[in-house]
Each structure stands twice: as structure tokens, then as C-alpha cells.
């Protein structure tokens, strides 16, 4: 498929959407008997910081990447609405800081949106600071399901003893931690897999969601889901055209990516609003791959549902 070139489209920035995406989406869930499709990594956040995200995309080039239109940049309630058009069941408000005093604020606007969008997950995030472990604590009170760390935009250690008493309550409340911490598309002083196999030496039950599938280094992030129980690897842009292109899903590696989904170990991760391509690209990447119809309702569906607690997830 190309995701540049549908037949017939809206436009929505600088990229093409195709007019028939919802259609195409139900069709294929309507295929693997699943009611749509549970995406852990998606985007929702404070109007302003997220136009900073989207502005930061905008100047790709200047950082030395390739273009990276936003295919949906539409204010929040037609995010949300052309999400759930999707047949996007439940989602995440996936949010950062880059620097300290910044992270319980961004969880106070979380908290909110979560009240007021039911089927988004209420997601909460952190940084290296003081009062990072009282501030991840009122979230976990407050009902926080999931939680986002963005060691490449915050520039941080994860390892970072300021967050052991993150990482001990994430651990012991048992709550997924999505995280970007892999090397692409811009490596960081603390990406690869390193720092993170030494916060799990230390919280070696910890849920991790390795977002990006630990992009590029995903056989290295691949055997870290095999050894840690409570680790996973989110499909977030990988398999896609785009990805493909400079930083592709080695091939030898599928069976074992296979095996981690049918162990509930893989879930369905998009980057949406802030995809260069439209969404149904990700979804029917991941079916081209072949890996059959129960490795895709795991990933679509019931790895997903089970890990943000939608009922009825078995697939």
C-alpha cells in the first residue's frame, strides 16, 4: 500500500487521508472477529505544548531528519473524533515533560481530560525530580492507568536514582510504563537499552512498554521481553513505509516478535495525531507481515484491552 498516494482523500495539513480509512478499518477488524482496536500510544495533550510537539516535527529537516508532516492536525475534538471513526476503542494521552516542573502539571490536565473522554485511559508521566515519587503517588491515587517516560525529549537517565521511588510504586501498583527510550529517530545521551536494563536489574517486575519496539535497537529490546516478564514492546510506527526506510524491522527477527504477541507481550502502538501517513497504514502493515490472524488480534485487540483494562478482552 502507499500511504502517500490514496485514491481519493481530504487533505489534513501537508499529507493525504484517505476517504475511505473508517471503512477500511472496520473491514479488517470485521475480518479478525475483534470489536476495533485497543492503541496504548497516542497523543493528547495541553494545547500549547502540543503545538510545540507539532512545531518541533515541523522543522524535521533542520535536525537532520526527513520531512515529518502531521497528517492530523486538527484541534482536540476532531482528534477525537476521527479517532473513534477509526474504530479506536480505547487510547491513551500519551504526555512528557522536557525539563523539571513540569510533570504534575501535565498530569492535573491528564487527570481532567481522562474525566471528561471516557475511553481514553487516565495517563500520568514524571521527570528526575525531588517530588517526582509524591507526585506519581496522587496520580496512582487518583486512578492513573498507565504512564508515559520520554528519555530522548527529557534528556534523562532513567536509571536516575531521583526515580527509584517511580519506578518502586509503578512496580508495586503494577501500572504500564510506556517509554521511549530507544535510539531513533534522534539518539540521546541515555537512549539504547543500557540504561533501561538497569532500572529492571533494580525493579525487575516493572511493566515497561518499549514504544517504537526500541527502535533501531530492536533486537536488543527484543531479548529484554524475553528475559523480563513484565516487559513489552509497543508497534509504533514500525513495520510502516515510512520507518521502513531508514530503520527497518530485521526480518529474522518476526517469529520471536510473533511469539512475544502471542505471549500478550506485543500491543498496538500508532504515534497518532503525529504521523506523517495515515493511520490505517499502521494497521494494515502489521497484517501485511503475515504473522497470521491470532498474532494480529493480540496485538490489535486483546494485548491491548487486557493491559488498559477494557472488559471482554479475550479475543
Known sequence: MSAQTPSSSVVAG??????????????????????????????????NVLT?????????QERGLRPWPITYRFDEAERLRRLRELGVLR????LYPHRADMAEWLNGWAAEFAARTPDCAHTGT???????????????????????????????DPADRLLDPVWAQLEEAGTPVVIHCGSGPVAGAHTGVGPVAEVLARFPRLRLVIAH??????????????????????TCMTFTDFTEATAPFPAELLPRFA?????????LGSDYPNIPYPYVHQIEAIRALDLGDDVDRAILWGNGARMLGVEEAAC
Not at 19 to 40: K, N, S, T
Not at 42 to 47: D, E, Q
Not at 52 to 57: A, G, R, S
Open 126 to 156: 514524571f521527570f528526575p525530580e525531588p517530588d517526582a515519587g509524591e507526585y506519581v503517588g496522587r496520580a496512582l491515587a487518583g486512578g492513573a492507568e498507565v504512564f508515559k517516560a520520554h528519555v530522548q525529549v527529557g534528556g534523562y
Open 91 to 94: 487510547f491513551t494521552a500519551m
Open 259 to 267: 511469539e512475544l504477541a502471542l505471549a500478550g507481550k506485543v500491543v
Open 14 to 47: 501537508e499529507n493525504a487521508i484517505p476517504a475511505d480509512e473508517p471503512a477500511r478499518l472496520r473491514a479488517l477488524a470485521a475480518d479478525l472477529g475483534i470489536p476495533g482496536f485497543v492503541d496504548v500510544h497516542t497523543h493528547f495533550m495541553p494545547a
Open 52 to 60: 510545540k510537539v507539532w512545531q518541533y516535527f515541523d522543522r524535521a
Open 213 to 234: 519496539s526500541g527502535l533501531p535497537e530492536y533486537a536488543q529490546f527484543l531479548r529484554l521481553a524475553e528475559e523480563y516478564e513484565g516487559l513489552s514492546l509497543d
